[in-house]
């Protein structure tokens, strides 16, 4: 799995953050930067609750 953000959607509550600290990160600006290339196999139930729970819809993930 890949995830991004959507930075112009992001408003920087942070709750994905919370969820998942592995792969989500807050940047000094108060935005939230992705931190990993591939969610690794065992974070990715984590990262797809992160996604469900954005308010934004800003947690955009990719499943090839
Ligand atoms: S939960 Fe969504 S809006 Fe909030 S910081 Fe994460 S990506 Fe941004």
Known sequence: MIV???ADRCAGHGACVATC???FTLTSDGYVEVTVDRVPDELVELVKRAAAECPERAVL???P
């Open 61 to 63: 993930v990719d499943t």
């Open 4 to 6: 991004s953000i959507d």
């Open 21 to 23: 600290p592995e792969v």
